[in-house]
T-cell receptor, first 112, second 115 residues
Framework: DAGITQSPRHKVTETGTPVTLRCHQTENHRYMYWYRQDPGHGLRLIHYSYGVKDTDKGEVSDGYSVSRSKTEDFLLTLESATSSQTSVYFC???????????FGQGTRLTVV | AQTVTQSQPEMSVQEAETVTLSCTYD???????LFWYKQPPSRQMILVIR??????QNATENRFSVNFQKAAKSFSLKISDSQLGDAAMYFC????????????FGTGTRLKVLA
């Protein structure tokens, strides 16, 4: 168990409102990732982090921002939620160069 | 850019039979890692099997094995003696071996197991 917790697990929000999803790890792993999962698209990388305050964009970063002020927390923010951002969001960590990604439980976000 | 392709959106298999899920990828690297994940209805992402590209031997985990063809950039998953509990989404993934260490995922194959 890599000790990853996502919060909230479920959220319904209105179009145009800001939303922040939190990913918390209990170990000091350097690499953290945010993915979204949509039918027919698999998991697509939104943003990732390779250290405190070191973040970069993934393939579907438009409309999202991230912050990592502490090793253990990686926040994903939707500045102004849109219906196209309705999805399941996963946080993951990478524990070493040759290891698999460990995932959080996922957050189902619905934008109405 | 690295890509991962799963060309079978859905597969079905009879209980106790064998099924193979396909995955191809594109990379210019010579050393990398490949993974298969299982996602049951609970949404949890579970590692099924891992393959290191520099190892010639195909990875095996109980009823799960891979056919890794490095030259062809193919990484298929074989499930033997299929069980009802194997029904799930299966994702193939590639990890970039340096720099960002990003994980690239395919679009998934939904496996149905028929009793």
């Amino acid at each position: 168990d890599a000790g990853i917790t996502q919060s909230p697990r479920h959220k319904v929000t209105e179009t145009g409102t800001p939303v922040t999803l939190r990913c918390h790890q209990t170990e000091n792993h350097r690499y953290m990732y945010w993915y979204r999962q949509d039918p027919g698209h698999g998991l697509r990388l939104i943003h990732y982090s390779y250290g405190v305050k070191d973040t970069d964009k993934g393939e579907v970063s438009d409309g999202y921002s991230v912050s990592r002020s502490k090793t253990e927390d990686f926040l994903l923010t939707l500045e102004s939620a849109t219906s196209s951002q309705t999805s399941v969001y996963f946080c993951a960590i990478g524990t070493g160069p040759g290891t698999e990604a460990f995932f959080g439980q996922g957050t189902r976000l619905t934008v109405v | 850019a690295q890509t991962v392709t799963q060309s079978q959106p859905e597969m079905s298999v009879q209980e106790a039979e064998t099924v193979t899920l396909s995955c191809t990828y594109d990379t210019s690297e010579s050393d990398y890692y490949l993974f298969w994940y299982k996602q049951p209805p609970s949404r949890q992402m579970i590692l099924v099997i891992r393959q290191e590209a520099y190892k010639q031997q195909n990875a095996t985990e109980n009823r799960f094995s891979v056919n890794f063809q490095k030259a062809a950039k193919s990484f298929s998953l074989k499930i033997s003696d299929s069980q009802l509990g194997d029904a799930a989404m299966y994702f193939c993934a590639y990890r970039i071996p340096s720099g960002t260490y990003k994980y690239i995922f395919g679009t998934g194959t939904r496996l149905k197991v028929l009793a």
